[in-house]
């Protein structure tokens, strides 16, 4: 008989692991998926209002601007754009936007001004940087926004890769999961590919200023992937998720 316990206790035990990775998988391919709709939002709000949402800086979930988007990193304003407020993990995303996309008057220098209404123009260039590490290489570049999960482990570190998508410069890193002790990466990155943004709003008949340089060197958003979806996937490249996958 405890023969017989002892084989069901290993195969139990075994059992758990596996089912440790199929839960963490649930959790980031639900997170990923409200990422996604939270990018849509995103693109959803500059067409109807011509700039792109200010971060929540009070955490209320409301935008927070006056004229100019001072703060331009906070908490997804997830109140004002009709979204869910926490990813699987209970944890708040953060946001980043490009503040040249967000003020309600363009500041980039272009040669033309934008139309009356819109934040930004075709040759408007945002200064939001996607690289494959801390030190590494570019992802992406001129990104104008970018949200973070910033996972399981919701890690605000002094260093390392987690540390770099927690601080306020306009750099952030995007690469594979890793969950060993050290480095652990567990952050789910998606942002808006300024092509993609533009594009959007030429089409439904927005009129932007001076077109000679559209100013999107970040319109591949996607690392060795097919460069339009906007995120680093090395799973699946065709849907736009953030690329951390789990098997």
């Given at each position: 008989?405890?023969?017989?316990?002892?084989?069901?206790?290993?195969?139990?035990?075994?059992?758990?692991?596996?089912?440790?990775?199929?839960?963490?998988?649930?959790?980031?391919?639900?997170?990923?998926?409200?990422?996604?709709?939270?990018?849509?939002?995103?693109?959803?709000?500059?067409?109807?209002?011509?700039?792109?949402?200010?971060?929540?800086?009070?955490?209320?979930?409301?935008?927070?601007?006056?004229?100019?988007?001072?703060?331009?990193?906070?908490?997804?304003?997830?109140?004002?754009?009709?979204?869910?407020?926490?990813?699987?993990?209970?944890?708040?995303?953060?946001?980043?936007?490009?503040?040249?996309?967000?003020?309600?008057?363009?500041?980039?220098?272009?040669?033309?001004?934008?139309?009356?209404?819109?934040?930004?123009?075709?040759?408007?260039?945002?200064?939001?940087?996607?690289?494959?590490?801390?030190?590494?290489?570019?992802?992406?570049?001129?990104?104008?926004?970018?949200?973070?999960s910033h996972g399981k482990n919701w890690a605000i570190t002094s260093s390392g890769d987690e540390a770099e998508n927690s601080d306020s410069d306009g750099v952030l890193v995007e690469r594979?999961?890793?969950?060993?002790?050290?480095?652990?990466?567990?952050?789910?990155?998606?942002?808006?590919?300024?092509?993609?943004?533009?594009?959007?709003?030429?089409?439904?008949?927005?009129?932007?200023?001076?077109?000679?340089?559209?100013?999107?060197?970040?319109?591949?958003?996607?690392n060795g992937n097919n460069g339009n979806n906007g995120n680093n996937n090395s799973c699946e490249n065709?849907?736009?998720?953030?690329?951390?996958?789990?098997?």
């Amino acid at each position: 008989m405890s023969i017989v316990l002892l084989v069901i206790g290993l195969l139990l035990g075994g059992s758990l692991v596996p089912l440790s990775v199929q839960m963490e998988k649930r959790d980031r391919d639900s997170t990923r998926n409200q990422l996604l709709d939270m990018r849509e939002a995103l693109v959803g709000y500059a067409l109807v209002n011509g700039r792109l949402p200010c971060p929540d800086t009070d955490g209320d979930g409301l935008i927070d601007i006056s004229t100019t988007c001072t703060n331009v990193g906070g908490g997804f304003p997830w109140a004002d754009l009709g979204l869910g407020k926490e990813d699987a993990w209970g944890q708040a995303f953060t946001y980043r936007v490009s503040g040249d996309f967000a003020d309600t008057t363009d500041g980039t220098g272009c040669a033309a001004s934008p139309t009356a209404g819109l934040s930004f123009s075709l040759c408007s260039v945002a200064d939001i940087n996607v690289l494959d590490g801390a030190s590494g290489s570019a992802v992406a570049s001129a990104i104008p926004a970018i949200i973070i999960s910033h996972g399981k482990n919701w890690a605000i570190t002094s260093s390392g890769d987690e540390a770099e998508n927690s601080d306020s410069d306009g750099v952030l890193v995007e690469r594979g999961f890793s969950n060993s002790a050290s480095p652990t990466f567990d952050d789910l990155v998606v942002w808006v590919v300024p092509n993609i943004l533009k594009s959007k709003m030429v089409s439904v008949g927005l009129v932007f200023g001076d077109s000679s340089n559209n100013g999107n060197n970040g319109n591949n958003g996607n690392n060795g992937n097919n460069g339009n979806n906007g995120n680093n996937n090395s799973c699946e490249n065709s849907n736009g998720n953030s690329n951390n996958c789990n098997n």
